[in-house]
């Protein structure tokens, strides 16, 4: 994901990356904001931007091969959790790595689509998905080993606030002591919902809903002509995700 394709957020964009290329990276870090303003391609911008060792605001001139990794989400330094739960194909003890080829899946094809949209391609849409204990121990063990490509490990937990209290309270310590050079990015739309020891364990980034105007751009960009697009993008309330229904 570069940044340039992501609709708006010009301040936030330009925040990660500086603060990136001059060394100001916390270890643990919330992003929160509305269903469809760009959270997660955000945070897998960012994480690409700390990853490739890239520069200049941008995910270009970094190391070639580990940008091409993130692009495909198989770079082995870059780690996810989300909520799931067992399905006919991982009928127990279902965990994120269950999922990754869906997972990468939606990221590409529906870069701004929201949990049921997740739900529905995992075939859960009927159930409450979570992220368990199971996960968290898998979160665990998985940031204890060593990076493989001697640089930073990310963590991107999307819908934390699906956490559960046995899942947040073995999380807490990784949280608020993780190993060196390991950075994790919870994303969350209802902040509330997370353990209060967890959030004031993060430097907590807020993102707004996104302008009529950048996405009415963007639909302009798909075909639709001014005068729609901006009807449809203030029918969204700045979710870019509605706009595309």
């Known amino acids: 994901m570069l940044f340039k394709d992501i609709l708006g957020l010009s301040h ?3 925040h990660l990356t500086q603060s990136a290329d001059a060394g100001r990276i916390p270890h ?3 992003f929160v904001g509305p269903e469809g ?4 391609i955000t945070a897998l911008a960012y994480a690409r931007y700390l990853l490739c060792r890239n520069s200049g605001g941008e995910n270009t001139g970094g190391e070639d091969a580990c940008n091409t990794k993130c692009a495909h ?4 330094d870059l780690h996810f959790a989300f909520p799931v739960s067992n399905t006919d ?3 127990s003890h279902a965990v994120s790595n269950h999922f990754l ?3 990468r899946q939606f990221v590409n094809e529906q870069p701004y689509g929201n949990l049921f949209d997740w739900y529905q391609l995992i075939g859960i849409e009927k159930k409450q998905g979570q992220i368990g204990v199971d996960e968290a121990q898998d979160i665990v063990k998985r940031l204890s080993l060593k990076s493989y490509e001697g640089g930073y490990k990310l963590m991107l937990v999307w819908m934390a606030e699906k956490m559960n209290i046995a899942a947040s309270n073995k999380l807490l310590k990784l949280i608020e002591e ?3 050079k390991t950075v994790i990015l919870l994303i969350v739309e209802d902040e509330e919902q997370v353990m209060q020891t967890i959030r004031s364990r993060c430097q907590i980034l807020h993102f707004p809903p996104l302008s009529e105007e950048a996405i009415a751009r963007a639909l302009e960009e798909k075909g639709l002509l001014r005068e729609e697009a901006l009807k449809v993008a203030h029918e ?3 979710n870019y995700n509605k706009a595309l229904d």
């Open 236 to 238: 969204a309330n700045g």
């Open 101 to 103: 080829a869906e997972w």
């Open 12 to 14: 936030i964009k330009t």
């Open 37 to 40: 303003c760009g959270k997660r």
């Open 89 to 91: 194909k991982v009928r």
């Open 28 to 30: 643990a870090q919330m």
């Open 73 to 76: 989400l198989s770079h082995p």
């Open 178 to 180: 993780p190993p060196e």
